[in-house]
């Protein structure tokens, strides 16, 4: 069974990867570890060691503060009380949206997010 925290530091782990375009392996290569462990990181299926963390956070540029961030916020998103994310640009389906969205034309974009206003008050 996964620990809340094992998954939030997975998740940052996750998303610092994708952010600076680093793949799975490649990261699994300057850690010295297998890219099917930084799989198993990233989900929450296995916890992350202290020392590994550490080398994690070298090889991403970050501290290693950074993987603990926002798991307040996301303790009380699984509470049930918030529908959106707590770190929502950590969420890969939202970057894709993002991403997406920005790629139609200014005139139609308007309109789409127009519609999606309507739709999340209706909702």
Do not use: C
């Not at 990181?41 to 296995?46: L, R, S």
């Not at 049930?80 to 997406?100: I, Q, Y």
Request: hydrophobic share 40%; proline share 2%.
């Amino acid at each position: 069974m996964t620990h809340h925290v094992d998954v939030h530091v997975g998740k940052r782990v996750r998303h610092r990867r994708w952010l600076i375009g680093m793949t799975q392996q490649q990261l699994a290569q300057q850690v010295g570890i297998k890219f099917q462990q930084i799989q198993k990181y990233e989900t929450g299926a296995n916890r992350i060691s202290a020392s590994r963390l550490w080398d994690i956070a070298e090889a991403l540029d970050v501290p290693v503060s950074f993987f603990f961030e926002g798991l307040e916020d996301a303790q009380k998103e699984d509470s049930g009380k918030k529908s959106v994310p707590a770190d929502l640009m950590g969420d890969k389906e939202a970057l894709d949206l993002v991403r997406s969205y920005y790629a139609i034309p200014e005139n139609q974009r308007r309109r789409l997010f127009e519609l999606a206003r309507v739709l999340s008050e209706v909702a």
